[in-house]
């Protein structure tokens, strides 16, 4: 997130901030809603990776794109956020170099989107994306 926030032309103290404050997001919900499918757990961590480091480059966010093209079609089609973060998601890799020139740190908050459609509970609070298995079942 700092990086993103720096090219966006923020003092480097506020991207600092920024930067612990998605971090500790991340943490948090990974810690409140972390998935019982290790698989799921894996994809959410991962993502959460790139909202906790501060430096990361755009072909690191290889794993981020398998969680991007999964998410879709785990997520309940009532769910248009979480396909939407994901499709955005896949082309974030791409896209960094268009949005830095026009200063516009999206990274961060896709990434959050993502985390957080990996993430998502019912209100009984039962995993919305579940495992291929438990489907079946």
Do not use: K
């Not at 480091?53 to 398998?66: E, S």
């Not at 499709?87 to 957080?116: C, D, E, R, S, Y």
């Amino acid at each position: 997130a700092y990086p993103a926030f720096r090219v966006a032309g923020l003092v480097p103290a506020a991207a600092w901030l920024l930067q612990a404050a998605f971090a500790v997001c991340a943490i948090g919900a990974l810690l409140r809603w972390m998935p019982r499918d290790p698989r799921l757990a894996g994809l959410a961590a991962a993502t959460a990776t790139f909202l906790l480091l501060p430096y990361a480059l755009n072909y690191d966010l290889t794993i981020v794109g398998n969680a991007a093209a999964i998410l879709p079609h785990r997520a309940p089609a009532a769910a248009p956020v979480p396909r939407i973060a994901a499709a955005l998601v896949l082309m974030l890799p791409a896209a960094v170099f268009f949005t830095n020139q026009l200063a516009m740190p999206i990274a961060p908050l896709l990434l959050l989107l993502l985390l957080g459609g990996l993430l998502a509970r019912e209100p009984d609070g039962a995993a919305i994306i579940v495992s291929q298995e438990r489907q079946a079942a």
